[in-house]
């Protein structure tokens, strides 16, 4: 989960899932000896290439596939394994594709444009399936939700850094690096917030104090487009800037002002930031959300997510439904709005407000409470407080639901929808609930972030003992 205009809290650490890249060692000393020719075995979990030296040690290549034979060089030296990249490609994958971005090897986002779409989606399938088999769990079939590869993205946050001859940039870290990449355009961005990038760029090289400005975070909805300034200190004469830029291109423009526990200030009345939800069959809804707010960067992903959980549960009315981390009601509205009895549970209060206020505004009546759910006592309490629930929805962070599965071990609920954003975490807790009785019947995998080794999954289990 992600936030908007906020520094994400730290996390510990979520499983073995291969996403994460921890530079730990030094790099190493470039020598003759770093180029060597290798032949790709697989494809890691994090999308880079594995091969093997001639002496049997594992090498993690960047932006290398299978059956490839490639030239590499080592950048950094582990004691169990290397880290490399490509110095050239010596036989190419029938998978490999021209990647369609020109920032591509220099931007740290969307690291495997160089992978055929139906590849890099079968390969987040595959790291599901082998993240399961490590607990011993086998799955069948896998449904795959997506959308367009390109244009998908609503909200992004790009840095600035004003380099050393004084002229500001704008962009995305480069891979393994604090470096900011400067770009000239972003294909994933969503094309009203790609249309700003070219004028953001020129207003910066307007500024009075561009230092001053940390990141610009952007946010587009369904009728409107938002702009939030990270302003370490203010300018007067900047803010003028700034507030001539928000009238010519017709935004809502708002400032995290401050280093230290930031305030957001409107420039202009407050705007009303909504997100229209509409699902085959359903009610179209109208959440409304605030910066801070959790919300999908990839809004018809996020549909069909929502649209699949309402299929799997098939709500009626004398149905009695727990959604647990809620949000300001993704899950929980669509559920209620076709017919279910919603109690919902998250842990940050103002979203609990938001909920509230949104199932309201939806004329909807869905119960709401502002727990700790990763507390096992609390956990517990609620699970015997709730447990003649009919079916549970879990949609929670990437350090996953364990006390909340170890809970629904020891007190069964016919039907347990989990969405996961890390994978090796969903495993896990799945575990505990297959040891527990419960079945595996459904499962789909969900293309929220195209050309990145990111997925979101989606599992039904059925409890054997509550039929």
Known sequence: ???????????????????????????????????????????????RGVAHTAAGKTVFIDQALPDEHVEVAVHLTRKRYDEAHVKQVLSPSEKRVSPPCPHFSHCGGCDLQHLA?????????????????????????VESLYSEAQGYRRRARLGVKVDGDG?????????????????ESCLVLVEPLQALITPLRGLLDTLEAPRQVGHIELLATDTQRVVLVRQLKANVADAERWQAFADQYQLALGTWLGRESPELHWHGAPPALEERLAIPGGTPLTLTFA????????????????????????????????????????????????????H?????????????????????????????????????????????????????PRSG????????????????????CDPATLARDAAHLVHAGYRITQVAVADMFMHTAHMETLMLFEHTGCE
């Open 401 to 420: 639901a364990e006390a909340i599965c170890q809970g629904l071990a020891r007190r069964p609920v016919a039907k347990v929808v989990y969405i996961s």
């Open 167 to 183: 002229h500001p940039r704008l962009g995305f870290r480069a891979a393994h690096s604090h470096r900011l990449v400067d770009i």
């Open 117 to 141: 779409m139906d590849s890099q989606r079968a390969h987040k399938e595959d790291v599901v399936r082998d993240l399961f088999a490590r607990q011993g769990i086998t799955l069948g079939g």
């Open 344 to 396: 919902a549970v998250e842990g940050s209060p103002s979203m609990v407000a938001r909920l509230a206020r949104n199932a309201e505004r939806n004329q909807l009546s869905v119960s709401g409470q502002q727990l700790d759910l990763s507390d096992p006592a609390t956990v517990a309490t609620l699970l015997r407080d709730e447990g003649d629930r009919d079916a549970l929805v879990l949609d929670p």
């Open 1 to 47: 989960m992600a936030m908007l205009g906020k520094r994400r809290p730290p996390r510990p650490a979520s499983g073995h899932s291969g996403l994460a890249r921890q530079q730990t060692a030094k790099p190493s000393t470039p020598s003759a000896q770093d180029a060597s020719a290798l032949v790709v075995e697989r494809l890691a979990h994090d999308g």
């Open 291 to 342: 910066p801070g707010d959790f919300l999908q960067v990839n809004a018809e992903v996020n549909r069909k997510m929502v649209a699949t959980v309402v299929d799997w549960l098939t709500p009626t009315p004398d149905q009695r439904l727990m959604d647990l981390f809620a949000g300001i009601g993704n899950f929980s509205l669509p559920l209620a709005a076709a017919g279910a009895d919603v």
